[in-house]
């Protein structure tokens, strides 16, 4: 598997992804408008690629504060157990080069983010305080 930073030249790549519902579509356009509107300083989307198809992606924000955003974070349910959203999530965290990282999500994903290292808050808010290490390339 192969996870790179998405480029506007990518955008569509999300499109491929979305499933058949009105809601996660309408994400997923939000997604790829991003994407096409090229780097904007904060905003990042990373993909997973097998065999040159993009299987899951992880969008989210670098703020100024060295907080890092996950926003969304998805994977194709063909492609679900394979440790894909950890890699990208890892991914995420490491190369922002953030010091902490708040994710907000739905109820049901409070196991899966606190076997990721985060505190879960409320149980929709999960806080992770990350190791990075200017020195570290």
Do not use: H, W
């Amino acid at each position: 598997m192969d996870i790179r930073i998405l480029t506007p030249d990518d955008y569509l790549l999300i499109m491929e992804l979305a499933p058949d519902d009105e809601i996660m579509t309408s994400m997923f356009l939000s997604v790829a408008a991003a994407i096409k509107a090229g780097f904007d300083g904060i905003s990042y989307t990373y993909g997973a690629f097998i065999d040159g198809m993009i299987v899951g992606f992880i969008y989210g924000f670098v703020l100024p504060n060295k907080t890092l955003l996950p926003q969304y974070l998805y994977v194709d349910t063909n492609y679900r157990g394979q440790k894909i959203g950890k890699r990208l999530l890892e991914t995420f965290e490491k190369e922002s080069k953030c010091t902490c990282s708040i994710a907000y999500f739905e109820k049901g994903l409070c196991k899966y983010y606190s076997e990721q290292g985060y505190i879960i808050g409320n149980s929709v808010v999960a806080l992770k305080e990350l190791s990075y290490n200017p020195n570290e390339k």
